[in-house]
Each structure stands twice: as structure tokens, then as C-alpha cells.
């Protein structure tokens, strides 16, 4: 008799936990799955009803005291979230009324509360979820901007996964063709050039896959936001500006120079896109130690930058900061230009802008926008979003491209690669080899999911 895996252990157990989020709340949702939970929900709430059908009921402790009238639903396995037997009690969204609640389930023989994650890694583990579904709902909570869950839905309704699939029954079957070559060579109906069929598609698929990932960086920007960095000469306006944006103090203004020491950053929603502004601290030579580890940071900051906007109140301010001015994609802004205008050559800028009177900032906004992706007519969001899917298609690409290239080395060869490939596929969506995964994947989730 082998031990039992951890997997296998907790499945056993009937779990529940606040599902609805913080509390107080109207509505209040505790969810419990697991081989108990008819018998808890009769036990608390008396006759259940039919299934799938919400159901007014006094909720009572085991003393018979009632603890809230509420509505109760069932929802017997498989047909369910978790694809085993689960329950909701919708209660009011008190503290006082979850808490007792909770307490009374807690105190029920073979239940337990629910670790982070742990509905949706039950749905995992039954089929109703693949990784990149169970990723993409990750995702779909988090979601702030409409990109974002656009982005989630296609994932967690299985966009992504169709797309997996589809290749890897593509991979399946040239191997499939391979092997009958190998082992029925000799059969009239099996003849020599049959796996020749296959290499055409093997190289589409190459493409294909080649093609996918490069929609990776716009996930990215998607999921991460557009990287936004304001730099400048010190009291270029840089700090007013971020707290413009923001519509509130993020960083301290003063008439000092050297005020901002540390890389601060707030996300703005911007034509659906999430973009992330930074304030750096002003860039000059300076001995003070604490200032200038703030410029060191502020220069890291700009090398991962997908934006600079380089702030300058004064015409020559650009040319001080020539390192930062040969940022591939640049903005330059003049400020402050509600003050006593100065001699400027208008070629020295691209925008104008003045914090105080609003002046130039909805161009600045717009000329921002410009650098998002354009999706016109873009009705799917089947691209890569981690980092991890990006790494087991890249492994996808690479195999498929050593079987092409191996073509003199013998079928028996091509086809190995050909199983390498389509294992680093069912990584992704958790087909192959993922245990080691799991407990990172899921540890994404708020507790009730």
C-alpha cells in the first residue's frame, strides 16, 4: 500500500470559508465543499430542497439557536465549482453574524476551513479547471482595468487552453503517424511516405507557436501596466506632476532641491490599459550619500522604463540630462508654464504643460496613449501571460525546430522531440509534471477561493 500524496490527503477533508469578500457586506457568502457537506447543510438548516435552487431557511447552531435566516443552495459533485459536492449559506454580512457563523462550522467533526486557493485547486485536480483557466480566475479578481479582464476572461473561460489543446493533438497525431511508419513499415495500407505528410504541418505549427509568443509583451502591459518614468533635473516639476495625475499627494513638493529620495509610483486607468507612473529623484551631481543612492535608483528605474517623460522648466534642462534623453521612446516635457514665460525654441519640446492651471495635461494623456497597444478589431486575447507560459512555449518551439532539423537522423529521433514538445505544452495547462507548481499557482488566491 503506497502513502497517499498531500493531493490526495486534503481531498478527503470537507472545507468552507467566506467567500464573498470583506465584511461588513449585505450579502455574505460561505461556501463549503466536501463528502459532508449535505449532512452540515441539513444539520444547520434543516431539509435542503432541490438542487441548484436558493432556498430561504433558518440557519441554528447546535443548540438550536438561530444564528441568521438566510438563503441555502446545493450543489451536488460533479456538476459543481469544485466537481464534488458543495454548499453556499448567503447570510446578512455582519461581522458579528459571519464570525458565528464560521465558529459553528469550525466546531462540526471532519470540517476545516479552507486554505488560500484550495476550491480552485479542487477544481483542478477533478478536470473542471485547467492552470490556465485556474490562472486566468486568478487574474479575473485581481482585474482593475478593462484590458485586464478581458485579458482574465478568455483565459478562465478556456481561450487559451482551446489554443494548447488544439496543437497538442497536432503533435499527438504527427507522432501518432510516426510510430505507424516505425512499426508497420512493412504493411501495404502503411507506406514510407506517410510521416513525410506530417513535416509541413510541424513547420506551421513552428510558426504558429513563434507568432503566440510574441503576443507575451502585450500581456505584459496588459497584466503589469505600461511603465511610465518621470525624470528630470531637480524641482523640474516632477513630483507635481505625478500628484496631478494621481488627483492626490503622492510625493512631497517643496522649493528644495533633492526633496524626492526614493522611486515612488501610482497606476492610473488609461483607454482601458493600466499604466504605472514613476517619480524619480531629480538627476544631477551631487556628495550627498542618501541623494545620490536616490539618483542610482531613479537610473535603474529608467532602464526598465517602456516611457521617460524628461521634465525640464527651464530651456536648457534637457541638454543636462543627455544620458536620459537616449531613451528609445522619450517625451519632452516643458512645465511650469503658467510662470513668467522664458525664451523657448519650440523644438526643444514636445508638450507644455502646467500643473497648476491644467493646461497641455490632456495632451500629455493623449500622447501617452499613443504608445499602448492597438487592439482595433482584435476580438481575442489568446496570448501568453506568465512568464511560465512563455518559457514551456519557447521549450514547444525549440523541440519542434530539432525535430525538423533532424530529419537525416531517423524518425525514431524526430518523434522524441516530438513528445518533448507537446510535454512542454501540457505544462502550461497543467497536463504534465506540474505538482511542483501547485502550491505557487495557488497560493495567488484569497482565502473562499
Not at 127 to 145: F, M, P, R, W
Not at 281 to 295: H, K, Y
Request: hydrophobic letters at 40%; aromatic letters at 6%.
Amino acid at each position: 500500500m503506497f502513502p497517499r500524496t498531500k493531493s490526495e490527503v486534503y481531498m478527503d477533508d470537507t472545507i468552507y470559508a467566506l467567500s464573498s469578500g470583506a465584511l461588513p457586506s449585505g450579502v455574505a457568502i460561505v461556501r463549503i465543499s466536501g463528502p459532508h457537506t449535505r449532512d452540515v447543510l441539513f444539520r444547520m438548516a434543516g431539509e435542503i430542497g432541490s438542487n441548484r435552487v436558493a432556498h430561504l431557511r433558518s440557519i441554528r447552531n447546535r443548540n438550536g439557536e438561530l444564528i441568521d435566516s438566510g438563503l441555502v443552495l446545493f450543489f451536488p459533485g460533479p456538476s459543481s465549482f469544485t466537481g464534488e459536492d458543495c454548499g453556499e449559506l448567503q447570510v446578512h454580512g455582519g461581522r458579528a453574524v459571519v464570525q458565528a457563523l464560521l465558529s459553528e462550522l469550525g466546531s462540526i467533526q471532519g470540517l476545516r476551513h479552507a486554505e488560500p486557493g484550495e476550491f480552485s485547486r479542487r477544481a483542478f485536480h477533478n478536470g473542471k479547471l485547467d492552470l490556465v483557466e485556474v490562472e486566468g480566475l486568478a487574474d479575473l479578481i485581481s482585474a482593475e482595468t478593462e484590458m485586464q479582464r478581458r485579458l482574465a476572461v478568455e483565459h478562465a473561460q478556456g481561450g487559451m487552453s482551446a489554443v494548447y489543446q488544439g496543437w497538442a493533438r497536432r503533435l499527438t497525431h504527427a507522432r501518432a503517424m510516426i510510430e505507424a511508419e516505425l512499426d508497420f513499415a512493412d504493411e501495404d495500407d502503411v507506406p514510407g511516405s506517410v510521416a513525410e505528410a506530417i513535416w509541413g504541418d510541424m513547420a506551421s505549427l513552428q510558426i504558429e507557436i513563434a507568432e503566440h509568443i510574441a503576443g507575451a509583451r502585450l500581456a505584459e502591459i496588459i497584466r503589469d501596466g505600461l511603465k511610465v518614468v518621470i525624470a528630470g533635473r531637480p524641482n523640474a516639476g516632477k513630483s507635481s506632476l505625478i500628484n496631478h495625475l494621481a488627483g492626490r499627494d503622492v510625493a512631497i513638493v517643496t522649493d528644495i532641491a533633492g526633496t524626492t529620495r526614493d522611486v515612488l509610483s501610482v497606476d492610473l486607468s488609461l483607454a482601458g490599459f493600466s499604466v504605472r507612473l514613476y517619480d524619480t529623484a531629480g538627476l544631477r551631481e551631487t556628495s550627498e550619500p542618501i541623494e545620490r543612492e536616490g539618483i542610482r535608483r531613479a537610473r535603474s528605474t529608467l532602464q526598465d522604463a517602456d516611457l521617460v517623460l524628461l521634465l525640464s522648466d527651464v530651456p536648457n534642462g534637457f541638454a543636462d540630462v543627455t544620458r536620459e534623453s537616449e531613451h528609445s521612446k522619450l517625451i519632452r516635457v516643458r512645465t511650469k508654464i503658467d510662470q513668467i514665460d522664458q525664451i523657448w525654441d519650440k523644438a526643444d519640446f514636445d508638450i507644455a504643460i502646467s500643473t497648476k492651471t491644467g493646461e497641455g495635461i490632456e495632451t500629455l494623456l493623449s500622447r501617452i496613449s499613443s504608445y499602448l497597444p492597438v487592439l482595433t478589431g482584435k476580438i481575442s486575447f489568446s496570448i501568453p501571460s506568465r512568464r511560465r507560459h512563455v518559457d514551456c512555449l519557447n521549450q514547444a518551439v525549440d523541440a519542434i525546430a530539432a525535430s525538423l532539423i533532424h530529419s537525416k537522423t531517423g524518425l525514431d529521433i524526430q518523434a522524441e522531440y516530438l513528445r518533448v514538445a507537446g510535454d512542454a505544452l501540457g505544462r502550461i495547462t497543467g497536463r504534465v509534471d506540474v505538482e511542483e507548481l501547485l502550491d505557487v499557482i495557488f497560493s495567488e488566491f484569497c482565502i473562499g477561493k
